[in-house]
């Protein structure tokens, strides 16, 4: 089976950088898969890293270590209409994905 | 809106009525996936198709539901019987070959 760990919640400022932490238990992996959903909204893909290392798109980036079954979600810059919640997924075969239980991301002014 | 489609949007029902959504994929999605997410959490893999065939299926898929996609194109999620705990949002999810997944907006489902 797969378990995924990460924050419930983090707060922070308008223009500072942000970190959300995924730690995962699973039998299969391809890979880890970041997606963000504001209320009321779909899931919407953000990143995706099979390989060790850090992706860079904009202001987000994702890294993992699949020695350590841990990656990251770094958001710099932070806006507004970047308050959601963000899940880590860990995609298995087939390309399905367990997600974790999400990060509600609350940016103030 | 060349996206992921489902309908209806929301629905409420009486325990132990039947239930049927659809989900429209993007159309040169070969895969298709259902999901469904409960108030606060991740989304919960329920079942997935690759063209028409339902090659997984998760222990979370009571046999009170079945899914098909007969033509390999559009997909419905039935629930039979419904239960309150059958409320929830209920995602549809399609992927081509070499592209992520991209989600539809959910049905919302209220059993009362």
Known sequence: GQSLEQPSEVTAVEGAIVQINCTYQTSGFYGLSWYQQHDGGAPTFLSYNALDGLEETGRFSSFLSRSDSYGYLLLQELQMKDSASYFCAVRAAGNMLTFGGGTRLMVKP | DTGVSQ??????????????????????????????????????????????????????????????????????????????????????????????????????????
């Open chain 2, 7 to 112: 309908d209806p949007r929301h629905k409420i029902t009486k325990r132990g009525q039947n239930v049927t959504f659809r989900c429209d994929p993007i159309s040169e999605h070969n895969r298709l996936y259902w999901y469904r997410q409960t108030l606060g959490q991740g989304p919960e893999f329920l079942t997935y198709f690759q063209n028409e065939a339902q090659l997984e299926k998760s222990r979370l898929l009571s046999d009170r539901f079945s899914a098909e996609r007969p033509k390999g194109s559009f997909s419905t999620l039935e629930i039979q019987r419904t239960e309150q705990g059958d409320s929830a949002m209920y995602l549809c999810a399609s992927q081509g070959s070499d592209t992520e997944a991209f989600f539809g907006q959910g049905t919302r489902l209220t059993v009362v």
